[in-house]
């Protein structure tokens, strides 16, 4: 089993910055897995940004340029910095290991 946490949520102004991170525990080998995924009141849930097995990164094009995913092996972590904001971009974010393991989610408001 593997268990993930999220942290970093929150209220923010359009055009202002948030990080997400997430920590994960139990059988968990590597950071190349993971990924941030979102979804938003009405919508399917969509990928975001993630880190291939192999290491390189994906991002959905809409946060391309704005949102940065990174991560810290050593503390079993991946972060997703977020960028000139958008109140689309609200959501509850989830981060997920080889989406198989879910976190919790924590909600992201883009509002003035």
């Known amino acids: 089993q593997v268990q993930l946490v999220e942290s970093g949520g929150g209220l923010v102004q359009p055009g202002g910055s948030l990080r997400l991170s997430c920590t994960a525990s139990g059988r968990f080998f590597s950071i190349n897995g993971m990924g941030w995924y979102r979804q938003a009141p009405g919508k399917q849930r969509e990928l975001v940004a993630a880190i291939t097995h192999r290491g390189s990164t994906n991002y959905a094009d809409s946060v391309k340029g704005r949102f940065t995913i990174s991560g810290d092996n050593a503390k079993n972590t991946v972060y997703l910095q977020m960028n000139s904001l958008k109140p689309e971009d609200t959501a509850v974010y989830y981060c997920?290991?080889?989406?198989?393991?879910w976190g919790q989610g924590t909600q992201v408001t883009v509002s003035s």
């Open positions: 997920s290991y080889s989406t198989i393991y």
